[in-house]
């Protein structure tokens, strides 16, 4: 496989420097991502930075992703607009080691091919330097110029942020620099990679290699992955979606790809998935026939929440989603867990009742959603529903309200659902 190609048609190539693509044709190269440690957990706004080392590894290649354990205690200005908290080495080596396991997800460290990928941590080399020694053999040879006229310099220093632009983040090119500087004399590392705002850091990482030693050093951009409608990729009201199920249950992961736009989705294909071109192209057939099917959509879920997870986490997932609407909803509720539950039903109205007035077995159900929960305003409102044949209790239709309410009622051992026609629903909460 040719490597830029991929890219490519992919939609995941933004620049690159003269003969970026002959090195890579010429003999396997080895190319680096580096990640920010600010949390324990990569987000889909890294993924394409993943997914572009994925691509590189099947190509060939050695990938590498270069975790900033350094640079982490003082913040990249690019795109931002205010200081970076700076983090402590302990609150980093916990970061690391969470994104070390996501990352094993997508590429091959273990493996004895001659292009497995590497964890590396720019902490392990800086940690050494002093301040002066880093001046005198570093700093002489970047100039104070050509670090002014990068634009994630000057967007900061033209009155784009409040408070300007400090010492310590003004030094973060320099230091990313250096990583590949040392990575370029140690690990034989010829190109970084990274996202199109990275690109005035990746060729200060160039301009310092070739100042330095005249080694060979190359740079390659993806695009910044944006939202056909204009918005911002990757963000919900509830914040990022994080690859870990801890942060984004893996229903809301499935859910996330699964809603965005028919425009979003074909590019979203082609960046976040392995399918090939002639299965993206028939997907894109399927879609305009029927576009109500969403078979693209459906897919890209599927891949992303499979390699991010785990098939049977899929699985899961497509069985909550059903629910709603599912022959066997009632069985369905009794199988997920109560992380899950609470997705599906996030933000529906809830009510607190007594656990012991239900595993006791002497409350009537009318008095449970009337009197114990006033899901129902009245007896008479609810009677005439029931009647209706319009009340559900987790799924299954009641039409005599004087049953009592049991404990094999409840759900995940606490919750009781309730459906008052065919789109209005309440949890109650046993407690």
């Known amino acids: 496989m040719n490597f830029v190609e991929e890219l490519r048609w992919r939609g995941m190539l933004h620049d690159m420097m003269p003969g970026t693509e002959e090195l890579l044709n010429k003999e396997q190269v080895t190319a680096y991502i580096g990640f920010d440690p600010t949390a324990d957990s990569l987000h889909i706004g890294h993924l394409c930075s993943v997914m572009i080392l994925r691509h590189f590894q099947r190509c060939g290649h050695k990938p590498m992703a270069l975790i900033g354990g350094a640079t982490g205690m003082i913040g990249d200005p690019s795109g931002k607009s205010a200081e970076r908290n700076l983090l402590t080495e302990d609150t980093l080596n916990h970061n690391i080691e969470g994104m070390k396991a996501q990352l094993s997800k997508f590429l091959d460290f273990d493996s004895d091919a001659p292009n497995a990928a590497e964890l590396v941590n720019n902490y392990d080399w800086m940690k050494s330097w002093t301040f002066l020694d880093f001046a005198r053999e570093i700093g002489k040879h970047i100039t104070v110029n050509y670090m002014m006229a990068k634009d994630s310099v000057k967007k900061r220093l033209n009155g784009e942020a409040r408070d300007g632009l400090s010492f310590t983040e003004f030094t973060y090119q320099l230091l990313q620099g250096y990583d590949f500087l040392y990575l370029n004399q140690n690990k034989n590392c010829k190109l970084q990679m990274g996202g199109s705002d990275q690109w005035g850091n990746i060729t200060t990482g160039t301009e310092l290699i070739r100042r330095t030693n005249g080694g060979e050093a190359y740079a390659l951009t993806c695009p910044l992955i944006t939202k056909a409608d204009g918005g911002k990729f990757g963000k919900t009201e509830s914040g990022n979606v994080w690859l870990d199920p801890r942060y984004t249950s893996p229903y809301k992961f499935y859910q996330f790809w699964l809603n965005v736009s028919d425009a979003d989705a074909e590019r979203y294909i082609k960046i976040f998935t392995e399918l090939t071109r002639e299965e993206v192209e028939q997907l894109v057939k399927e879609q305009a026939a029927d576009p109500g099917l969403r078979p693209i959509q459906k897919r890209l879920a599927k891949e992303i929440t499979t390699m991010v997870h785990s098939a049977e986490a899929y699985e899961a997932a497509v069985e909550a989603s059903s629910i709603l609407f599912s022959k066997d909803a009632a069985e369905k509720l009794h199988r997920i867990d109560e992380a899950t539950l609470l997705d599906v039903f996030e933000g529906v109205d809830t009510f607190k009742v007594a656990k012991s007035d239900i ?32 009340l559900s209790i987790n ?21 009781i659902l309730v459906q008052k026609g065919k789109k209005q629903y309440f949890l109650l909460i046993a407690e």
Request: proline content about 4%; glycine content about 10%; overall charge neutral.
């Open 359 to 390: 595993e006791s077995g002497e409350t009537k159900l009318i008095d449970l959603l009337t009197e114990k929960a006033a899901v129902f305003p009245s007896k008479g409102e609810l009677r005439k529903l029931a009647q209706g044949n319009g």
């Open 395 to 415: 799924k299954e239709k009641v039409t005599d309200i004087n049953l009592p309410a049991t404990a094999d009622m409840l759900l995940a051992g606490k919750y």
